[in-house]
C-alpha cells in the first residue's frame, strides 16, 4: 500500500497551493487528481485578481504560495483598479494566458520535491476512530496517510445545462466526480447544491475589433509577487461592448426556456456573478450593460465574452451574440452553460478548515461554499499549511479578520456560513485600510517564513523593505523644510499652499495631491526609495490618522478575541441564553467571545451572558 502523510484532492487553484504548502513545510504529498491536462484550469475568466481577489492573491503570495509568481509570469495584460479611490480598495488584475498558466503551475508541482502528482479519481475517505487514514481510489488503490485535503471544486456530481439539455459532466467537457459526494455524505457532512455559470467562447477571426473600445493595461504594471523584479509588459488587450436593446428582448422572448426561469437549474447560483437574463430580468431599466471580450492567451483564436454568462439554449444564444456590435459575425467555438454541484456546509469548519468531525481532514477550495481561483487558492494554503502543522503535530496557523483577507474569508465561511457562492469583496473587510494589498508581504511573511514556507530571501526582502519604510518616515518626520522664495516656490508650482514658517516633510506629504518622489527637488536628505517602500511612505503618511483609528478598532477586536471559550462545553446548560444561542454555540464550539459574536443567531445580549460567566470563571479558577 501506498503511503504517504498527506494527500490533497484535486488540483484546481486550492489543490495546487495546499500541495505546494505541504511539500514544501516537508511533508510527503500525493496530489491526486481526476485530469493532469486540468491541472490549475481556468474554467471561466482568463484572468487573476480583481476588488478584494488581488489582495488574496498578494497574501497567498506573501505566505509563499504560487499564484502570484504564476500569474506574474503567464500574464498578457495587467491593471490597477480603483486607483481614483483610495489604496484600502486598490486591487490588480491581470488577463491570463490560461494555457501557459497551467504549464507555469504543473511545472512548479513536477518540480517539487516531496511532492507527486498522479491521474486518478478519490472515491472516498478512510477513517477510523474518527481520524483520517488513508484514501480509496474509484480504481481500487488504497493510499495510507495522516492527513487529506479535499479541494474538489466544481466537480462533485456536477451537472452541465444548456438550455432544455444537460448531461452529468465536468467544466469544458471534463469528467465530473461522482463517488465522492457520496462518500462524504457517508461521513455524516452535509453538502448542498450551488450553481455557476460561464459566457460562450468566440473565435478571433469572427469579432469585430473596430466596433468595440479597445481597454488597454496599465503603462506601468505592477506585479503580484514581492518577489517579482525587472520590466513587465502588456502583451494583449481588451475590448468594451454593450449588449442593446435587441439582445433584451431576445432574452425576454425566450425566457421560458432558461433553465434557471424554467425550474431546471437546483442550484443556488453566485448573486454578484449574475447570469445575463438574470440581469435582464433584474435590472428591466437598464437599456444595455457591459461586456468585455478578453483574449484566452496567446496562442489561441479563443475569445472570453466576460458578463454574457447563461445557460440559454444554443440558437438563442447564436441570435443575442448577433445583435451586439463588434460580434454580429461571431463564431461559437464553446457555448456558454451552467454547471451544478455539490460542496459542504463550511459551518462544520473549525477556523483552520479542518473538518470537526473527523481528526486530520481539510477542505479547501469551491467546495466550501465560495466562488473564484483566488479565493481557492487562498484557502488551498491555509488548508495545506494547516494539515502539514497537523502532521508534524503543532498548532494550526488561524489568520485573523484583523490579520488578513483570508482571515476574514475563513472567518466568514466557518462562523457566518453561505448559502450562495461566496465572493471576496472589500467591503466584506472592516479594517481595510491596515488589510492593503500592498502590505501583505508586511502583515503575512513572518509567519509564513515560521511555518517553513516563505524562503529566507523572501522574509529578507520584507524585512529590508520594512525598516527602509521606518526609516525614510523617521527621516521626514525630522526634516524641516524653512520658510524661503524657494520653497514657497516650488509649493506654488504644486498647487500647494504657503506656509508661515518651517514644513516639516512629513506633513508635505499628509496633503492631497503630494507624495515622496515629489520632495526630490526640495528636501535636502532626499534618497530614491524602491517603488514598493515610496508606496509605504506615502500611504502610512497621508493616510495616518485613520490607520491610527484603524488600529484601535483592532486592539478592541483583539481584546474580544482574546477571551477563550472552553471547547467542547455544553451551552444548553448556561441559563441566561436564548435557546437558539445554545443551539447554535453548543453545535459551532466558538473558539473566542469575538467568533461567537459572529455567529448568525447570537445576540449581543447573549455576548454579555457570556461575559458575565467567563468573569465567573475565571474568579472560580482564582486561588482562594
Ligand atoms: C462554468 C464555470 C463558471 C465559473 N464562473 C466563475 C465566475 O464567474 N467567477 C468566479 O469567481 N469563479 C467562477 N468559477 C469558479 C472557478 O472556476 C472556481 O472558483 C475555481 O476554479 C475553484 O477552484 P478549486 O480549486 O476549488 O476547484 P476546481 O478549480 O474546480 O478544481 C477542482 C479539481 O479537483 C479535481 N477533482 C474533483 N473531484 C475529484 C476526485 N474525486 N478525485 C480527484 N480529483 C478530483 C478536478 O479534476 C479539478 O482539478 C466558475 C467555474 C466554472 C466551472
Known amino acids: 500500500m501506498d503511503r504517504f502523510d498527506i494527500v490533497i484532492v484535486g488540483a484546481g487553484h486550492a489543490g495546487c497551493e495546499a ?21 490549475a484550469l481556468m474554467p471561466c475568466n482568463p484572468a487573476i485578481g480583481g476588488t478584494g481577489k488581488g489582495h488574496l492573491v498578494r497574501e497567498i503570495d506573501a505566505l509563499g504560495g ?62 477510523e476512530a474518527g481520524a483520517v487514514t488513508g484514501v ?26 444548456i438550455g432544455e439539455c444537460s448531461w452529468q459532466g465536468g467544466p469544458q467537457g471534463l469528467l465530473s ?27 478571433e477571426a469572427s469579432i469585430d475589433f473596430d466596433e468595440m473600445e479597445p481597454q488597454p493595461g496599465d503603462g506601468t504594471i505592477t506585479p503580484f509577487s514581492f518577489l517579482t523584479d525587472g520590466p513587465m509588459a502588456n502583451r ?9 436593446e435587441e439582445t433584451h428582448r431576445i432574452i425576454r422572448e425566450n425566457i421560458h426556456r432558461a433553465p434557471m426561469y424554467a425550474g431546471t437549474i437546483h442550484g443556488t447560483g453566485a448573486r454578484y456573478c449574475p447570469s445575463i437574463e438574470d440581469k435582464i430580468m433584474r435590472f428591466a431599466d437598464k437599456d444595455r450593460h457591459q461586456l468585455f471580450l478578453e483574449p484566452e492567451g496567446l496562442d489561441t483564436n479563443e475569445w472570453y465574452v466576460q458578463g454574457l454568462s447563461t445557460s440559454m439554449p444554443e440558437d438563442v444564444q447564436i441570435a443575442m451574440l448577433h445583435t451586439i456590435p463588434g460580434l454580429r459575425r461571431a463564431r461559437v467555438l464553446r457555448l456558454a452553460y451552467a454547471i451544478e454541484y455539490e460542496c459542504i456546509d463550511p459551518l462544520q469548519l473549525r477556523a483552520d478548515l479542518s473538518l470537526r468531525a473527523v481528526r486530520g481532514l481539510y477542505f479547501a477550495g469551491q467546495i466550501n461554499g465560495t466562488s473564484g481561483y483566488e479565493e481557492a487558492g487562498a484557502q488551498g494554503i491555509l488548508a495545506g499549511i494547516n494539515a502539514a502543522r497537523f ?3 503543532r498548532e494550526s496557523i488561524i489568520l485573523g479578520r484583523d490579520q488578513a483577507y483570508i482571515g476574514v474569508l475563513v472567518d466568514d465561511l466557518t462562523t457566518k456560513g453561505t448559502n450562495e457562492p461566496y465572493r471576496m469583496m472589500t467591503s466584506r473587510c472592516e479594517y481595510r485600510l491596515l488589510l492593503r494589498q500592498d502590505n501583505a508581504d508586511l502583515r503575512l511573511t513572518e509567519i509564513g517564513h515560521a511555518v517553513g514556507l516563505a524562503s ?16 525614510a518616515i523617521a527621516r521626514l518626520k525630522k526634516t524641516w523644510l524653512p520658510k524661503s522664495e524657494a520653497r514657497d516656490a516650488w509649493l506654488a508650482a504644486r498647487g500647494q499652499a504657503e506656509a508661515a514658517g518651517s514644513i516639516c516633510a512629513a506633513d508635505l506629504l499628509r496633503r492631497p ?30 493616510y495616518e490618522g485613520y490607520i491610527d483609528k484603524e488600529r484601535r478598532q483592532v486592539e478592541a477586536f483583539r481584546r474580544a478575541e482574546e477571551q477563550l471559550l472552553p471547547q467542547g462545553f455544553d451551552y444548553m446548560t448556561l441559563d441566561g441564553l436564548r435557546i437558539e444561542a445554545r443551539q447554535k454555540l453548543t453545535a459551532h464550539q466558538p473558539r473566542s467571545l469575538g467568533e461567537a459574536g459572529r455567529i448568525s443567531g447570537v445576540s449581543p445580549g447573549d455576548i454579555s451572558v457570556l461575559m458575565v460567566w467567563l468573569e465567573k470563571l475565571a474568579r472560580e479558577r482564582k486561588p482562594q
Not at 511539500?23 to 486540468?38: C, E, I, K, S, V
Not at 507624495?515 to 500611504?539: S, W
Open 236 to 244: 494583449a488587450q481588451c475590448y468594451l461592448t454593450y449588449t442593446n
Open 177 to 203: 466526480s461522482s463517488h465522492l459526494a457520496g462518500a462524504l455524505h457517508g461521513l455524516g457532512i452535509s453538502l448542498r447544491r450551488f450553481k455557476t455559470g460561464t459566457p460562450p467562447r468566440v473565435d
Open 513 to 542: 495631491g503630494m507624495a515622496y518622489a515629489d520632495l526630490a527637488g526640495i528636501d535636502p536628505g532626499f534618497l530614491p526609495l524602491p517603488p514598493a517602500v515610496r508606496e509605504q511612505v506615502d500611504i502610512s503618511l497621508r
Open 456 to 471: 529566507d530571501a523572501r522574509v529578507e526582502r520584507m524585512r529590508q523593505k520594512r525598516a527602509d519604510t521606518a526609516e
Open 391 to 393: 502532521v508534524q503535530g
Open 66 to 127: 504560487e499564484m502570484g509568481r504564476a500569474i506574474d509570469d503567464t500574464f498578457i495584460q495587467s491593471r490597477m483598479l480603483n486607483t481614483g479611490k483610495g489604496p484600502a480598495v486598490h486591487s490588480l488584475r491581470a488577463q491570463a494566458d490560461k494555457r501557459a498558466y497551467q504549464q507555469r503551475m504543473k511545472k512548479a508541482l513536477f518540480a517539487e520535491p516531496n511532492l507527486e502528482v498522479r491521474q486518478g479519481e478519490c472515491g472516498s475517505i478512510l477513517t
Open 136 to 161: 480509496l481510489t474509484t480504481t481500487g488503490a488504497q493510499i495510507a496517510c495522516r492527513a487529506v485535503v479535499v479541494c474538489s471544486g466544481v466537480y462533485m456530481d456536477s451537472r452541465i445545462i
Open 19 to 39: 500541495a505546494l504548502a505541504c511539500a514544501r513545510m516537508g511533508q510527503r504529498t500525493l496530489l491526486l487528481t481526476l485530469n493532469l491536462d486540468a491541472i
